[in-house]
């Protein structure tokens, strides 16, 4: 046990029981306790394999490599936009209990792909389609175009994204003319 994570535990107030129960469990796997990002991440030979974290309507195991895990189970859920992390929700520390050995068998997997050196395949650009909104701009300005292409793949990533997040058209229109400038300008998305 790490003391920076003890003093992590001691101040939980929310989902106490059922993250010291995934941490009990997680380091009967043999995996090394840290805190990174201000939460506990357990990693094998100094590579990140699991994370836990309490939020307002859950606690969650999450696994930095789950999309190469099998989820034989179907437990493994998507974590927001992050392509190669998924997670296990918990509201209560019945369901830990109960899902253990199902848990343990992904954690032992996890330290396996990390052994083989297994990567998550990085997505590219062609994965992430234009909003229709976008895609006009950009044919109608050659020099937005121009400029939008010269963006780095994470910015664009994060233009795409923020733009086709919007639910209405005319929502996606208004962010992207907000934005023309600072595309223009070369510069990443800024809230």
């Known amino acids: 046990m790490n003391p920076s994570v003890d003093l992590y535990f001691s101040k939980v107030t929310k ?13 009967e796997c043999g995996l090394e306790e840290e805190l990174k990002w201000s939460v506990p991440i357990y990693t094998y030979k100094g590579k990140n394999i699991v994370g836990l974290g309490g939020f307002k309507e859950y606690c969650a195991i999450s696994f930095f490599k789950g999309t190469l895990l099998q989820n034989e189970e179907g437990i493994l859920v998507p974590i927001g936009r992050v392509h190669s992390a998924r997670m296990v929700k918990f509201t209560s520390a019945k369901e830990v ?3 253990t050995p199902a848990l343990k068998a992904y954690i032992f997997e996890a330290i396996e792909v990390e052994r083989a050196g297994l990567k998550v395949p990085k997505k ?4 992430y389609p234009l909003p229709k909104e976008l895609q ?3 044919e109608e300005n050659p020099a937005l175009k121009k400029a939008f292409n010269a963006l780095t793949p994470g910015r664009q990533r994060a233009y795409i994204n923020y733009f086709s997040d919007a639910k209405q058209s005319k ?4 962010r992207i003319e ?14």
């Not at 989902?15 to 380091?27: G, P, S, V």
């Not at 590219?124 to 994965?127: L, N």
């Not at 929502?171 to 208004?174: G, I, L, N, S, Y």
Request: no cysteine; charged share 30%.
């Open 15 to 27: 989902w106490q029981k059922e993250l010291e129960a995934l941490r009990m469990l997680i380091l």
């Open 97 to 99: 209990m109960k899902i």
């Open 124 to 127: 590219k650009m062609s994965d």
């Open 136 to 138: 006009a701009k950009l």
């Open 171 to 174: 929502t996606r229109e208004a």
């Open 178 to 191: 907000k934005y023309i400038p600072h595309i223009l300008s070369g510069k990443g998305l800024l809230y």
